[in-house]
């Protein structure tokens, strides 16, 4: 069974920069397409970008495009966020996900995706 584990969120002032870290355990981990998820509070949960198993496509949602970039290192079982020129809207809880079915087309909707973080709570200040 693969667990996913997100770490590195916290306070940033706007403008500012953080990298957020998800550890991939168990399971065929090197076929699994991954992404990045945010929800806000009373919103719904969308992706923010994501990353084929393969690592030559990735896919950012309009509204992070030319600010976040989402890599993985497979020999240490991660997958990063890369957020630089953060904005208020940024603010949410940050989720990792992890398709299973080996395709490395990147899905965009929840229900796509099979493996689920906890959640890392990213908060950017005026």
């Known amino acids: 069974q693969v667990q996913l584990a997100e770490s590195g969120g916290g306070r940033v002032q706007v403008g500012g920069s953080m990298r957020l870290s998800c550890a991939i355990a168990g399971g065929s981990r090197y076929t699994i397409t991954m992404a990045w998820f945010r929800q806000a509070p009373d919103q719904e949960r969308e992706i923010v970008a994501g990353?084929?198993?393969?690592?030559?496509?990735?896919y950012y949602t309009d509204s992070v495009k030319g600010r976040f970039t989402i890599s993985r290192d497979d020999a240490k079982n991660t997958v990063y966020l890369q957020m630089n020129a953060l904005k208020p809207e940024d603010s949410a809880l940050y989720y990792c996900?992890?398709?299973?079915?080996?395709?490395?087309?990147?899905?965009?909707?929840?229900?796509?995706?099979?493996?689920w973080g906890q959640g890392t709570q990213v908060t950017v200040s005026p």
């Open positions: 996900a992890g398709d299973r079915t080996g395709q490395s087309t990147i899905k965009t909707m929840r229900w796509q995706y099979d493996y």
């Open positions: 990353i084929s198993w393969t690592g030559d496509a990735t």
